[in-house]
């Protein structure tokens, strides 16, 4: 057990409630990704909560510009190549009160993603790190790697923009989440292979949809069927819409949430929206998040809208006890 650190000597140390481990992804490149997990740890960092933010796209990193970090001495990459196993000896400090980051740069073009017992060890040290909140930045795509670090926890969120491409990506996105959570569910090796059979959308089974997998594990075992809705009752992803313009960009994450529940029998919850916003790429040259360089801006104020849902389960740390 770990102990929250700055307890006064005089009083019974409090166990540290667990790391919230968020990761962000989406399916396509460039709806805002980086731009949000920066904003949203900014915004949760100056509430006065510890916050990481870890920038889990190698191919692509450029986070810690986001943050004014401009040459980051460690990396990522420095534990996918296996220079450190300690992740949490990678942590930067930001120009940001509270806010630390783990960079990903000058990762080996040879060997970019780590390989399946890194990112284990990954997804483990994750949790490990000393914070109230720690984002993932994920890459584009749906890549084994991407997905492995979606699935940390029930806390992923998915980012959309208001484009048919977009919208297009992130259900693939979400398919490729559900389906690989239902296979590492499932025990048997029979019903297994048929999740497996199921990815490929046109498997000769004529399995279409999860309801069709369903209907088709339940009647193989009964058990396996009871394992099946239980992992659909806990998948929740979050959805952000991003670049929002109109009232009608404002509705797109009802409706995907409703897409949701009809195709994959699954509750996404819609978490909330940002504008589109000219002051994004101002702050974005100035290398600083929005919600420090334009707060009053309308994304800074949407933004710090959904920091605080996102906070809403965990009420804000006291303030530190002075010692006598
Ligand atoms: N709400 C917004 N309003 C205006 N511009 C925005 C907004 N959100 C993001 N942007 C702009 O879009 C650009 C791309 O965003 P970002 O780099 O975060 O995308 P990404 O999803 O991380 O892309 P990639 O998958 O390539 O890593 C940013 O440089 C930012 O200036
Ligand atoms: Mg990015």
Known sequence: MTFQL??????????????????????????????????????????????????GDLEGANLHTFLGVPRPRTSLADFVAQREDDLPKLLLETPIDNLQLIAATASNLA???????RRVRLVRELRR???????????????????????IGEEGVVVITPEPTSVENAYAFLRAAFYRRLRLAMVSHNVRSIVTLAMDERNERGIRTPMDLLREVQAIDSNEGARFVETMRAFRPRVIVNEVRTADDIKLGFSI????RKYFGIDAEYLGYVNHDEAARRSVRARRPIVASHPRSDASIYIARIARKLAAARPPPAPAATPV
Do not use: W
């Open 6 to 55: 700055g307890a006064r000597t005089d009083e019974p140390l409090s166990p540290r409630a667990p790391t919230r481990v968020i990761p962000v992804g989406g399916g396509k490149g460039g709806v805002g990704k980086t731009f949000l997990v920066a904003n949203l740890a900014a915004a949760l960092a100056r509430d006065g909560y510890r916050v990481a933010a870890v920038d």
């Open 111 to 117: 060997t970019p993603q780590p390989s399946r017992t």
């Open 257 to 260: 949430a409703s897409v949701c």
């Open 129 to 151: 790190i000393e914070a109230d909140f720690v984002f993932v930045d994920l890459g584009a795509g749906t890549h084994p790697a991407v997905m492995d670090y979606f699935m």
